[in-house]
Nanobody, 127 residues
Framework: LQLVESGGGLVQPGGSLRLSCAASGFSLDYFAIGWFRQAPGKEREGLLCISSIGGSTYYVDSVKGRFTISRDNAKNTVYLQMNSLKPEDTGVYYC?????????????????????WGQGTQVTVSS
C-alpha cells in the first residue's frame, strides 16, 4: 500500500494549509486513514483518522477545532485541512492506513507498529 503525502510548506501563524494523501496502486475506498506528525526533536504521534465511511476520530486535543480530515474516494485521496496554524504544528506530516473496528470507527495504531513510512510532507509555521 503506497500513500504519498503532499501539500506542505511554509505558512505564517494563523494561516492554513491543506495536505493530501494520495493512494497509488490500490483503492482507498475500504481503508481507514490517519495522519501522523513528527515535530522537531519529538516522537511521531498520531493526530486523527477517518474511517472508511467518513467518520473521524481525534487523538490529540491540540488539533481539535483546527484540523479536519476528509476523504474523496473518487480522487482516491484523503485530505487534512489545517487552520489557525501555530508554530507548534511545525513538523513532518505522514499518512498511514489505520485499523477500523466493527462499528466502523477508525483506530490509530502506535507509530512503532508500522514498518514503512512515506517521505511525508514538511509543514513549517513561522513568521
Amino acid at each position: 500500500l503506497q500513500l504519498v503525502e503532499s501539500g506542505g510548506g511554509l505558512v505564517q501563524p494563523g494561516g492554513s494549509l491543506r495536505l493530501s494523501c494520495a493512494a497509488s496502486g490500490f483503492s482507498l475506498d475500504y481503508f481507514a486513514i490517519g495522519w501522523f506528525r513528527q515535530a522537531p526533536g519529538k516522537e511521531r504521534e498520531g493526530l486523527l483518522c477517518i474511517s472508511s465511511i467518513g467518520g473521524s476520530t481525534y487523538y490529540v486535543d491540540s488539533v481539535k477545532g483546527r484540523f479536519t480530515i476528509s476523504r474523496d474516494n473518487a480522487k482516491n485521496t484523503v485530505y487534512l485541512q489545517m487552520n489557525s496554524l501555530k508554530p507548534e504544528d511545525t513538523g513532518v506530516y505522514y499518512c498511514q492506513h489505520t485499523r477500523e473496528n466493527s462499528q466502523r470507527v477508525c483506530i490509530m495504531p502506535e507509530p512503532r507498529d508500522y514498518n514503512d513510512w512515506g517521505q511525508g510532507t514538511q509543514v513549517t509555521v513561522s513568521s
